[in-house]
């Protein structure tokens, strides 16, 4: 582990090579697993607020699911007093599977609604910061963050396997999004950290 500001991460992040390559994985980490995707309560207006602009573009089960059971749940098995935080709530999904803001390109692969009005200058924010983040995950205790390198073998085997070729250290992957959940000034404090551990443990000169 090891510290940045009252950040404290795990050296897996610093040590590991990661690089999505959803030519492969199909945009994976979208629509498996058995729970929605984090989200912080100050995210909440501006996901329903997507989902108003952007509703007529989602899948028909998707809306089924939000008009059924809402757009984001409580997550009951965060929501204790030693871990309540901003973290206790989650994006919806259709029959737990599918995040209700992906949608499909012709080519199968899944995308986020959001992201996609993002990228087309349609709305102004790009997604939850979690799925920004992913493939590393948050829980706050006690005033610190820590942050976690979440390898899930059938989601993440081809973005290893891709940046090993490419040489993409994690660290830098997630330059972007950690820019903007900590700021500039923090993420080049955590990249010369984590080039510090690299060299100490004879993986970088």
């Not at 089924?64 to 973290?87: A, F, H, M, P």
């Not at 919806?92 to 200058?121: H, M, P, R, S």
Request: proline share 3%; hydrophobic share 35%.
């Amino acid at each position: 582990m090891f510290q940045v500001d009252q950040v404290i991460l795990s050296s897996q992040i610093a040590e590991v090579k990661f690089a999505c390559n959803v030519s492969v994985c199909k945009g994976a980490c979208c629509f498996v697993g058995d729970s929605g995707a984090p989200v912080e309560k100050s995210e909440i207006p501006v996901l329903q607020r997507a989902y108003r602009q952007l509703k007529s573009e989602l899948r028909s089960d998707a809306v089924e699911t939000i008009q059924r059971e809402g757009l984001v749940l409580q997550n009951s098995e965060l929501d204790d007093e030693t871990n309540k935080s901003e973290y206790s709530y989650q994006l919806n999904c259709t029959d737990g599977e599918a995040c209700v803001f992906v949608t499909y390109n012709g080519l199968g692969v899944a995308e986020c609604a959001i992201q996609k009005a993002y990228f087309e200058e349609r709305y102004n924010w790009e997604k939850p910061i979690s799925c920004h983040l992913f493939p590393l995950r948050i829980k706050k205790i006690g005033g610190f963050e820590y942050v976690n390198y979440q390898y899930v073998p059938s989601l993440c085997e081809s973005a290893c396997d891709f940046a090993e070729k490419e040489g993409i250290w994690l660290s830098d992957f997630v330059e972007v999004p950690l820019t903007r959940k900590y700021g500039k000034e923090w993420y080049e404090a955590f990249s010369q950290a984590c080039k510090e551990l690299r060299i100490e443990g004879g993986l970088e000169s």
